[in-house]
């Protein structure tokens, strides 16, 4: 009797040790198919499916190799498989209620799915098949429940393959079909979300990578997977994962932090942001018959373009020493030797001119002065580079008004000034100090926007 219940205890342990070991025992016994063979493609599954569910009805047989795994955790209930294990050109996601299903379908082996009776549907540019649901009388593809498993799909009798992952680059990732294994190369994590978690504890989680162009493509990791609580990579490298495309919107899922070698240097820092002393204002104008044709107009006496990205140009109104108005000029150029004209009144601006400002903006504006205000040419880095008038003085009756006029930056200025020089400009107006003209100006005859002269 003690020799029984002795036996009887060892076969129980000996049953929890496999019960509890099997996750990470994967040497299971695999059962293959020889005879099934493929007659339908992926490229005919895909032009079979539509946004419609349906169900199919021909004996149809696929063969696809297994691209992803749920041995991490961020895979669930779900397999991908693709057409060729070198050199992808469709995918498809294949829903299925089995657990561990990497360990009958691990990655790189041959798979072949009888479709018949199958569900298919093509949502977001993606091939899904598995079986049905309903919800609120719509019938879309569910899970395969796990004894229909072993019914439709069914393992080559083929050694395994290494599966090489397309090479691609973020900016061209949209135009690659979707459910296929890809690579990118010289990636990292944006700043912003360094220190971060791969994902938030039970909680579906994007993180983002850049390449060195700051081309931005999100990383869909589960709150579930075994990687969840790891920090982010804060250097650069490769990823590699399934593509997925969710209302045209590509998203990589990497199957383990296998998929992450990031070992290089980050990318160096973009400057986008520049300085220099040879932009300046050149004209300024306040027609007597028009205040609708009032201008702006800045001048490069450089060789090379300037990007203005968080560039300025501040007013401040009369004798003002705080800021009244401000123009943003990110987003635009101004080429070697050029002019940019900046308009409070486009409309109003091509009709008397004959052509468009390259900036239009607001009534009240810098570009909308009456004459007897102050202006600053400002850098992205906050310095005054070049300025009109004297801040805190009103400029009717001074040096600097330009009411119903033109003030017009001499020809042999090839410099901003960030203190204002009256002998640098020629002005005209109707009750200036001596030293200007008392001339009003009429448009658009008396005025040369976008010509320095």
């Known amino acids: 009797m003690k020799n029984t219940i002795y036996i009887y205890a060892c076969l129980m342990l000996l049953i929890q040790f496999s019960c509890t070991e099997g996750k990470e025992f994967d040497e299971l016994q695999r059962l293959c198919s020889s005879e099934l063979k493929s007659n339908f493609s992926f490229a005919n599954l895909d032009q079979m499916a539509t946004e419609e569910t349906v169900q199919v009805q021909e004996n149809l047989v696929i063969e696809g190799y297994i691209i992803s795994s749920d041995k991490a955790g961020n895979f669930f209930n779900v397999v991908f498989l693709q057409d060729a294990p ?16 990497h360990l009958q379908f691990p990655i790189g082996s041959k798979v072949l799915i009888k479709l018949k009776d199958l569900y298919l549907q093509k949502k977001n540019e993606n091939i899904l098949i598995g079986s049905v649901f309903s919800s609120f009388g719509n019938i879309s593809v569910g899970r395969l429940p796990a004894p229909k498993v072993k019914e439709h799909v069914f393992l080559a009798c083929e050694d395994d393959l290494t599966i090489q992952p ?80 969710d209302k045209n919107k590509s998203q990589l899922v990497i199957r383990d932090l296998d998929d992450v070698d990031f070992n290089q240097e980050r990318c160096p820092e973009i ?90 903006v607001g009534t009240n504006s810098p570009a909308d002065s009456n004459g007897d205000d102050n202006l600053e040419l400002v850098d992205p880095f906050g310095t005054v580079i070049d300025v009109f008038g004297i801040i805190g003085e009103d400029g009717s009756g001074t040096n600097h008004e330009f009411e119903d006029g033109r003030a017009i930056r001499n020809m042999d200025v090839v410099k901003a000034n960030s203190i204002y020089t009256f002998s640098e400009w020629t002005i005209y107006n109707d009750t200036g100090d001596a030293g200007t003209i008392n001339l009003p100006q009429q448009a658009p005859q008396d005025f040369t926007p976008g010509q320095r002269n």
């Open 271 to 360: 400057i986008t942001e520049f300085t220099s002393d040879l932009i300046f204002i050149s004209e300024l104008a306040d027609p007597e018959n028009n205040s609708g044709a009032r201008f702006v107009e800045l001048y490069n006496a450089g060789s090379e373009p300037l990007d203005l990205n968080l560039w300025s140009l501040r007013r401040y109104t009369n004798d003002n020493i705080e800021v009244s108005s401000t123009i943003d000029l990110s987003g635009l150029i101004i080429g070697p030797e050029s002019t940019l004209v900046i308009s409070p009144n486009a409309t109003e601006f091509e009709l008397v001119y004959g052509f468009s400002p390259d900036l239009g």
């Open 166 to 245: 397309l090479l691609s680059t973020i900016s061209k990732i949209d135009s690659l079909s979707p459910n296929i294994l890809v690579q990118l190369e010289d990636v990292e994590f944006v700043d912003e979300e360094l220190g971060e978690l791969f994902a938030l504890a039970q909680e579906e989680t994007e993180r983002h990578i850049q390449n060195c162009e700051e081309n931005v493509l999100a990383i869909l990791n589960s709150g579930y997977a075994d990687f969840q609580s790891e920090p982010l990579p804060t250097e650069n490298g490769t990823i590699t994962g399934v593509l997925l495309r």
């Open 86 to 101: 070198v050199n992808p050109t469709k995918g498809l996601q294949l829903e299925m209620d089995l657990r561990e299903s």
